[in-house]
């Protein structure tokens, strides 16, 4: 394949990944990623794409994510520049492929930083619909909150891309907007 698409990375994560939450995150991933495309002028399919397919190992070998994923992925003829970026997430806590594009940088960020943003969502009424970069952030700076969510790695990523928390996170927020009906995001108001 000359480049990945979003129909082919869920066809190549569904033979792998089965589980709910974690179809859900793959999806909260691609819609940053997505976002993060337009930021930079790149290509947003195809950076969705890259983010729905980055924990294609997880499910089944969680102890070894990462570890199934290059032979694997080159297989079924995900580019080598897409498998890189997706092992690039990985970078100084399950292996030493250091991001160095825009897209490496910005998965790195974003797997993480989705995650808080997700959480925080799903508590308010109107779920993401209305939330703003202030609200965020409190959640953001309360270490309790969403504490599985690694924000060291998201710092090191947002200082990585040279831009500020806030504005990696508003853009990531703006991308999971778009999706809240498929991210399930639309609150609980009746």
């Not at 790149?42 to 990462?66: I, Q, S, T």
């Not at 897209?103 to 993401?128: C, F, W």
């Not at 831009?163 to 639309?186: F, N, R, S």
Request: glycine fraction near 6%; hydrophobic fraction near 40%; charged fraction near 30%.
């Amino acid at each position: 394949m000359e480049k990945l698409t979003i129909a082919e990375a869920k066809r190549i994560n569904d033979t792998m990944v089965s589980e709910a939450h974690l179809k859900l995150h793959a999806a909260n991933v691609a819609a940053c990623m997505g976002a993060m495309a337009v930021h930079f002028g790149e290509d947003r399919e195809h950076w969705e794409a890259v983010g729905y397919l980055h924990d294609y190992d997880y499910e089944k070998f969680p102890e070894e994510h990462l570890l199934h994923t290059e032979r694997e992925l080159l297989a079924e003829g995900v580019p080598a520049e897409d498998v890189r970026a997706i092992l690039s997430h990985g970078y100084g806590h399950r292996n030493e492929v250091e991001p160095k594009s825009k897209m490496e940088k910005s998965l790195y960020t974003v797997d993480e930083l989705s995650g808080i943003i997700q959480a925080a969502a799903r508590m308010r009424p109107n779920g993401i619909a209305d939330m703003d970069i202030k609200s965020f952030m409190k959640k953001f700076k309360s270490k309790g909150f969403a504490a599985k969510c690694n924000r060291e790695i998201i710092l090191k990523g947002c200082e990585m891309l040279g831009m500020d928390i806030k504005e990696v996170a508003e853009i990531a927020i703006a991308g999971m907007k778009e999706h809240a009906e498929e991210l399930q995001l639309t609150g609980n108001q009746a």
